[in-house]
């Protein structure tokens, strides 16, 4: 029997998220989440394909515990992790830094550098190596890859990737704009390629991945030229609760006239502000529906965050040159029409031509929405961030 099987595990601070996914027709055996892990209501909900979920409440001490829980779930669909179709696991790891410029498979070295990374990503880079050491005690035979967040981002020029800033205080702390989302944007601007009928180098693209966090990257010829996010996933866009870009002396203003903590001022940009801290909703869902309603908090919030995204649009047209596609994908961009009609609202001079009646067609699948005759094709195409990880995994550590 031949091993075409992946488990991609994307771990967090306290959840790991999983899908098993079989490359040899892209089906999807099982997929789950462990959520609250480390409290007394740890949560585990497991979905095999064409069966019922299962779901299992009460603690889950650590990740070690949690991948047991998975595994033990997973082998009573007979999907156990030591299946011998299982081929390799895929993790998805946050902070790749300069260094991993391509997925990895994982050795001692690896590790020592994901952990040598902490320092910039504080908060993601412990859990996704939490989630590895796990993973390889339990099946250290298997291949295990990580494919970073960062790597699509790496080809950034460094007139875009540095901030303008003392060179030797950037160097000496890493500081740099190193971008996330990296998966889906690769993913995403091949996929919009091979909609417009193209290989990848032949085409230009604005990728706007619009979901809780948020990001844009312009993509030449299927490389990454710039990205919205930076050192950390906090500048760029306006996003579900983090603020996106601002002028860095608001932080020393906080710190001095408003008496704020580093931890504080830490939280309130990325927990308190974006569209949560402008009108109290995050939910692009719930902010259209209080803007039906006459809400001018939830219409200000909303103007906020497109009037950004135009910005973005319209810096990113100027940084390519020539765009021949707009992609919107994630939560928001995937669904809420509302915000793709006013993204591009107003843009007719820059090519843009949306058609509102495609645009309002709801779908699962990659799709045209812009008008026939329009220049830059507009497109909204639904990331996947499993497949990816899952496909380049099984591309470098898979018996093919
Ligand atoms: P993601 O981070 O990609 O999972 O996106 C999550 C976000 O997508 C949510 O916070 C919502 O703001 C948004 N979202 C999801 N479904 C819809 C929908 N049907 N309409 C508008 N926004 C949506």
């Known amino acids: 029997m031949s091993a075409t099987r992946v488990l991609v595990l994307n771990s967090g601070s306290s959840s790991v998220k999983y899908q098993l996914l079989d490359m040899r027709d892209g089906s999807r055996p099982a997929q789950g989440l462990v959520e609250r892990i480390g409290e007394q209501s740890s949560r585990l909900k497991h979905t095999p394909l064409g069966g019922e979920a299962r779901e299992r409440t009460g603690p889950i001490a650590d990740h070690d515990a949690a ?14 992790l030591d299946s011998p179709e299982l081929a390799a696991i895929g993790h998805r790891v946050v902070h790749g830094g300069k260094t991993f410029t391509e997925p990895t498979v994982i050795d001692e070295t690896v590790l020592a550098e994901i952990e040598r990374l902490i320092p910039v990503a504080p908060l993601h880079n412990p859990a996704n190596l939490t989630g590895i ?65 193209k290989a990848p180098e032949e085409v230009n693209v604005i990728v706007l991945h619009l979901g809780n966090g948020a990001s844009a990257s312009a993509v030449r010829g299927g490389r990454c030229v710039d990205t919205s996010m930076g050192l950390t996933p906090l500048e760029g866009l306006v996003m579900g609760t983090r603020s996106g870009d601002l002028d860095p002396a608001v932080i020393f203003h906080l710190m001095r006239v408003g008496k704020m903590s580093t931890d504080e001022i830490d939280t309130l940009l990325n927990k308190k502000s974006g569209l949560i801290g402008l009108c109290g909703d995050n939910d692009m869902r719930e902010i259209r529906r209080r803007i039906d309603e006459g809400d001018e908090q939830a219409k200000l919030a909303f103007d906020i965050y497109i009037h950004r995204l135009k910005k973005y649009i319209g810096a990113y047209y100027a940084v390519l040159g020539r765009v021949d596609a707009i992609a919107f994908t994630a939560g928001v961009g995937e669904n809420a029409a509302p915000v793709r009609e006013a ?58």
Not at 67 to 80: N, T
Not at 154 to 162: D, I
Not at 357 to 367: G, I, K, Q, T, Y
């Open 67 to 80: 991948l047991k829980a998975v595994a033990d779930e997973l082998a009573k669909d007979g999907l156990g």
């Open 133 to 197: 050491r796990t993973a390889m005690a339990l099946r250290p035979d298997l291949p295990q890859v990580a494919v970073f967040d960062t790597a699509f981002h790496t080809t950034m020029p460094e007139s875009a990737a540095r901030y303008a800033i003392d060179v030797e205080t950037a160097d000496a702390h890493r500081v740099r704009r190193y971008g996330f989302h990296g998966t889906s944007h690769a993913y995403v601007s091949r996929a919009t390629a091979q909609l417009l009928g």
């Open 343 to 400: 993204a591009v609202a107003g843009l007719e001079e820059l090519g843009l031509l949306l058609d509102p009646e495609l645009n309002a067609v709801r779908a699962d699948e990659a799709r045209l929405i812009s008008r026939a005759n329009s220049r830059v094709t507009i497109a909204v195409v639904p990331t996947d961030e499993e497949l990816e990880i899952a496909t380049q995994t099984y591309a470098l550590a898979g018996d093919n």
